[in-house]
């Protein structure tokens, strides 16, 4: 497989910002959001736990309560599509036993096989210093970070949201009653023409100020 060149990855994450304004006029294509998804599905956490799920919602009426809860927030409705990242709350032996199912099944393996492994997560995750739903969150990050770099490489604008009221996110979305709580936003789609931040130049620390290197 040949992988992307450099100067393109850097290009590309160089051209990305967190996108004020979006063009409501411009949707998304059905096949660059079937990649932006699979990003969603491949990321990796640990021990591929998979503590989340990723709610994509185009549904303007559904977008316009939401926006309500996330202090006005224009991007929250102008946005081609709108993730909100949830994390599995408290999540339980149920919840591995899942995971340890769906390996036996993808791998052609047995459940019997895995208990060894399947004892190990339930010990890790059962007890301190783990607090278990922040280290779901953390897990998200890993997520909405992933989605933000692919959708830069295709040419997506994204805004990452957490100005919002998450109990009333979960409350418009069904959330509680399956277990999920929402944790953060990702607002997809292009760039207006109108947002002022999107030549600014990028301000980052020079690079020996936050790369330490050790040989």
Not at 102 to 114: F, M, P, W
Not at 148 to 174: H, N, R, S, W
Request: proline fraction near 5%.
């Amino acid at each position: 497989m040949k992988p992307v060149p450099n100067d393109v990855v850097e290009r590309q994450l160089a051209w990305r910002y967190a996108t004020k304004m979006f063009d409501p006029a411009k949707i998304i294509s059905d096949e660059n959001w079937q990649t932006l998804e699979q990003t969603l599905v491949l990321t990796p956490s640990s021990f591929g736990l998979q503590p989340w799920k990723f709610v994509v919602i185009t549904n303007h009426e559904v977008r316009a309560k939401l926006k309500l809860a996330s202090w006005h927030q224009a991007q929250i409705v102008d946005a081609s599509h709108l993730v909100v990242f949830a994390i599995r709350k408290n999540l339980s032996v149920t919840d591995i036993d899942a995971y340890i199912a769906r390996i036996a099944e993808v791998r052609g393996t047995t459940v019997d096989s895995l208990a060894g492994f399947r004892k190990m997560l339930v010990g890790t995750m059962s007890k301190p210093p783990i607090d278990i739903n922040e280290w779901a969150a953390r897990q998200v990050y890993i997520a909405i970070g992933f989605f933000m770099a692919t959708a830069a490489l295709m040419g997506i604008d994204v805004c990452p949201i957490e100005g919002f009221e998450p109990e009333k996110y979960d409350q418009i979305l069904d959330l509680t009653s399956q277990g999920y709580s929402a944790c953060v936003v990702a607002a997809a789609g292009f760039r207006s023409d109108a947002d002022k931040y999107a030549n600014l130049p990028k301000v980052r620390f020079r690079t020996d100020d936050v790369i330490q290197r050790i040989s």
